[in-house]
Each structure stands twice: as structure tokens, then as C-alpha cells.
């Protein structure tokens, strides 16, 4: 418990204490080098704590997991080049696209990779159920650091556990991290394109619980 904590304080103050948003530095790249360093830590950390976790780390290519990641791949590209902004160039789609798989390659190799692994030693399933409790309760911060309303955050924290719930089976099936972290960016693509406006106004209102606990439901049931 002791280490648990201390990982999700470094993950979450230790990090942020590096002045990496100081440094003038063009577009997104800022952000680009944060995750990197995040990214490097965990791999560092699952490394030292939980070793048996880093074969997941490898590139595993099937059939059936190109597929999925390109079928997604091409929905989410055209859900995001409808609702991207107009007159937004070619770059800042691109520069959209490899913002979002930054946050699914560093929330992925942290929550799927680190703390999955943690928990692995009590067993598969505890380790299933705790990694996504603790994905879905990290978006708590959002309600402090995000802007997010007490109603919409509660929201967020029980999709983002049916979600990473959904991802943990998928690594397990395929015993590798390249699958859910593709899929997590491309669940994430879409939002960038979200008028700023229209933005603020869906995370500063009220959950609509029904589709909420609809898509818990559906996740859970698809990985099991």
C-alpha cells in the first residue's frame, strides 16, 4: 500500500515539480517531453517493482489486433476530421493525432503496465479489478486540475474504470501494451477536435447516468 501510494504521488506531484512547461518550446512539444519523462519513470519503476510486466512492453502483431486498431483507427480519424475546426491545416490534425497517443502511451504504460503489475502477484483478476478502480479514481484530479463539475467527474471516473477495464483485456489477450495504448489515443482523438465552447459546457454539466452505466456494463461484459 505504502509503495502503491508513493507511485501515484510521484505519478502525480513528483513529475509535475519538473519545469518542463517553462521551457519555450513551440506547440505541444512541452507536453510532448512531459509524458516522455512519465512514460520513462514507469518504465523504470516496472522495471525495479513488478519485472514480470516489462515482456509486456514488446510489439505483439496478429491478425485479428491490426484490424481492430485500423477499423477504430479509421472511425475515430473521421469522427475527428468532421468536428475538427474549420480551416484547420493538415499539421494541426497530425499534431491532434500524436497528442492524443501520447496520453494513451503514458496512462497505459503507468495503469496497465505499473500498476497492473503491482497488483499481478495477488493474482490476474484482483490485479484486473484494482488497476482499473484505481484508472477510473485518477480522473478524480480532473474535478480539481480539469475543470470538470462534481456530477460530470463522477461520471468520468466510473467510465474511465469500464474503459480501462475493457484495455486490461485486451493486453492480456495479446500480452502486450501496443494494442490498448493505440486504442486508448484513438478513443481520445475525437476530443481534440471539440470546440473549446462546447467543451467546457459538456464537462461543467450534469452526468447522464444511464449511458454511463450502459457503456460500464458493455465494457465489462466484452472483456470478460
Not at 500500500?1 to 512541452?30: C, D, R, S, T, W
Amino acid at each position: 500500500l505504502l509503495i502503491f501510494v508513493a507511485i501515484e504521488l510521484l505519478q502525480f506531484k513528483g513529475i509535475a515539480l519538473i519545469p518542463v512547461y517553462k521551457l519555450h518550446m513551440p506547440g505541444n512539444l512541452n507536453t510532448y517531453l512531459y509524458r516522455s519523462i512519465s512514460v520513462a519513470s514507469s518504465i523504470f519503476l516496472i522495471w525495479i517493482l513488478a519485472p514480470t510486466a516489462i515482456s509486456r512492453l514488446r510489439i505483439r502483431f496478429t491478425k485479428f489486433s491490426v484490424a481492430l486498431t485500423l477499423s477504430c483507427l479509421i472511425i475515430s480519424v473521421y469522427i475527428g476530421y468532421q468536428n475538427r475546426v474549420s480551416g484547420a491545416g493538415l499539421f494541426s490534425y497530425f499534431d491532434a493525432f500524436i497528442f492524443a497517443m501520447f496520453i494513451g502511451l503514458d496512462e497505459e504504460i503507468f495503469d496497465r503496465g505499473l500498476i497492473f503489475g503491482l497488483f499481478e502477484r495477488y493474482g490476474v483478476e484482483i490485479a484486473l479489478a484494482l488497476s482499473s478502480l484505481v484508472f477510473g479514481l485518477e480522473h478524480l484530479s480532473n474535478y480539481f486540475y480539469g475543470g470538470e463539475s462534481l456530477s460530470y467527474v463522477m461520471g468520468h471516473v466510473v467510465d474511465a474504470a469500464g474503459f480501462g477495464y475493457f484495455l486490461c483485456a485486451f493486453m492480456l489477450i495479446f500480452r502486450s501494451l501496443y494494442l490498448p495504448i493505440f486504442l486508448h489515443g484513438i478513443n481520445d482523438f475525437p476530443w481534440m477536435f471539440v470546440k473549446e465552447s462546447d467543451y467546457n459546457r459538456i464537462i461543467s454539466g450534469y452526468t447522464d447516468w444511464w449511458p454511463v452505466l450502459l457503456q460500464f456494463v458493455v465494457n465489462v461484459m466484452v472483456a470478460r
